[in-house]
T-cell receptor, first 113, second 110 residues
Framework: KAGVTQTPRYLIKTRGQQVTLSCSPI?????VSWYQQTPGQGLQFLFE???????NKGNFPGRFSGRQFSNSRSEMNVSTLELGDSALYLC????????????FGPGTRLTVT | LAKTTQPISMDSYEGQEVNITCSHN???????ITWYQQFPSQGPRFIIQ???TKVTNEVASLFIPADRKSSTLSLPRVSLSDTAVYYC???????????FGGGTRVLVKP
């Protein structure tokens, strides 16, 4: 089976812009979750989608949003970008809930200038 | 919400056993503990998960004492390729909140 894929792998944006990141889960996986990884804050959970519905949410402002399509592919959007949003954004997929084994993609490296 | 703390780094030698302890004082009864391995420029990779006592798989063991205030990942006979950052994660069964530790950078020397 192909692994989790994320596009693009690298992205440079300017403060105030918005960005959309994409994640394709492993075939058959219905849960997709998103994470932010920074040197200062480490790994933080953003949200999880299951069957096109946001099921769980971390402690991030409303500028961070996401959605999931009927084929389980997911997108994450960040509006009004801030310098502090520079990070590696990871998505993971699993067959069930968050306590199932999560399979991570390679991440999208976002740089905000 | 459980706060998780783990050592920043540790060194070891090939063939030795490496034990990494994660402290999570405020863990609830049904919360689970997961460990991940991460190499540079890659996403984390699942190693092992458990709720209590001991769990073992083909690559690692996870020890969780009765009070569940800490957990220890044990990597037997490490090799150079085990050099990576290891993260513990406490997942709340109620509410599904996830709290990662800050990561432990393990360097395996020849």
């Amino acid at each position: 089976k192909a692994g989790v894929t994320q596009t693009p792998r690298y992205l440079i944006k300017t403060r105030g812009q918005q960005v959309t990141l994409s994640c394709s889960p492993i075939s058959g996986h219905r849960s997709v979750s998103w994470y932010q990884q920074t040197p200062g804050q480490g790994l933080q959970f953003l949200f999880e989608y299951f069957s096109e519905t946001q099921r769980n949410k971390g402690n991030f402002p409303g500028r961070f949003s996401g959605r999931q399509f009927s084929n389980s592919r997911s997108e994450m959007n960040v509006s009004t970008l801030e310098l502090g949003d520079s990070a590696l954004y990871l998505c993971a997929s699993s067959e069930g809930a968050l306590d199932y084994e999560q399979y991570f993609g390679p991440g999208t490296r976002l740089t905000v200038t | 919400l459980a706060k998780t703390t783990q050592p920043i780094s540790m060194d070891s030698y090939e063939g030795q056993e490496v034990n990494i302890t994660c402290s999570h004082n405020n863990i609830a009864t049904n919360d689970y503990i997961t460990w991940y391995q991460q190499f540079p420029s890659q996403g984390p990779r699942f190693i092992i998960q458990g709720y209590k006592t001991k769990v073992t798989n083909e690559v690692a063991s996870l020890f969780i004492p009765a009070d569940r205030k800490s957990s220890t990942l044990s990597l037997p006979r490490v090799s150079l390729s085990d050099t990576a950052v290891y993260y513990c994660l406490v997942g709340e069964a109620a509410g599904n909140k996830l709290t990662f530790g800050g990561g432990t950078r393990v360097l395996v020397k020849p």
